[in-house]
């Protein structure tokens, strides 16, 4: 008996300190959340190899063989939304230095995948929201920085097309991509694909720009709070082989994917290989 009245109590207490503890969030007070981007082929982990490379690592549904040599895409306007009301929308500014709100996750720099958020409300949170590709505020912005200037890599096309907002490319069994010397020691392997998916508006004139920029909403399927101290984290996991087997692929026919309207079929479909495999509630591994 003794015992039982022992647990009840603790219990008790246990439920009033949590309920305390939620109680204690206020208004003022903020914290981080990190989004963590981790790439896939199915349930395989994604490994670079070199462009030309006849190590085909990974098969689609409809039997066409590949690897990676190139995976990247550009993450901005990440929004974290609650049950209970609670909303944050990240800071954007596209002509900032560090192109503040838009990020270039690129598989095999580390550095890239996880994300983290400053400045979050406290409060719960159980959804996040954000857009691949880069929109037209981004794009008629002009003096891009960050990630987004052409000078320092940023995927930029042209006016019309704006950004490549994924790209993938490899060598595929089935590709009739020819060996191609552009000179000054860059060259296109044989049997390699690329695939750029971009574009930001459609153009009622001129059907080949179209707007493939696609926003994702994913649940966690439970809560997590931020706070000061806490540093929740949402583990998103990208599966570039359902982009795939969504659009059947075939890789004899469709290798070079450079302009907007060629890429609308897998922009039609990324929404689909994003995923939420689990959320922290505060750590800084990624596991």
């Known amino acids: 008996m003794k015992f039982l009245k022992f647990t009840a109590i603790l219990s008790l207490t246990i439920f009033l300190w949590s309920c305390d503890n ?13 989004v963590y981007f981790d790439n896939k082929v199915g349930s395989n982990e994604v490994n670079l190899t070199a462009p030309g490379d006849k190590d085909y690592q990974y098969e689609t ?6 690897n990676v040599s ?13 049950p209970n009301g609670e909303y944050y929308a990240d800071e954007m500014d596209a002509s900032a230095a560090d192109s503040k709100g838009y990020y270039h996750v690129m598989e ?25 590709g880069v929109e037209e505020d981004g794009v008629q912005e002009g003096a891009a920085g960050g990630v987004l200037d052409p000078a320092n890599g940023g995927w930029f096309w042209n006016w019309n ?12 069994e089935n590709s009739q991509q020819e060996y191609v010397d552009w000179g000054n020691g860059a ?5 390699t694909f690329a695939l750029h998916v971009g574009g930001w508006k459609d153009v009622a004139d001129n059907e080949n720009f179209v707007n493939n920029v696609r926003t994702v909403t994913l649940d966690f399927g439970t809560t997590v709070t931020v706070g000061d101290g806490l540093s929740p984290m949402a583990h998103v996991v990208t599966d570039v082989l359902k982009m795939f087997d969504a659009t059947n692929i075939d890789f004899n026919t469709t290798y070079s994917v450079h302009a907007p309207k060629a890429g609308a079929p897998f922009a039609n479909v990324l929404e689909q290989i994003f995923v939420v495999h689990h959320v922290h509630q505060s750590t800084s591994s990624h596991d």
């Open 61 to 66: 549904a409809n039997g066409e063989k590949f």
């Open 187 to 191: 060259s296109t392997e044989e049997k």
């Open 22 to 34: 939620d109680d204690s969030l206020s208004p003022e007070e903020t914290g981080s959340f990190q």
């Open 70 to 82: 190139m995976l990247g895409y550009y993450v901005s306007k990440i929004v974290l939304e609650g």
């Open 108 to 132: 095999g720099e580390s550095a890239t995948a996880n994300i983290q958020i400053e400045n979050v409300p406290a409060g719960t949170y159980d959804r996040v929201t954000f857009t691949i």
């Open 161 to 172: 097309a704006g950004y490549i907002g994924f790209a993938i490319e490899g060598t595929a």
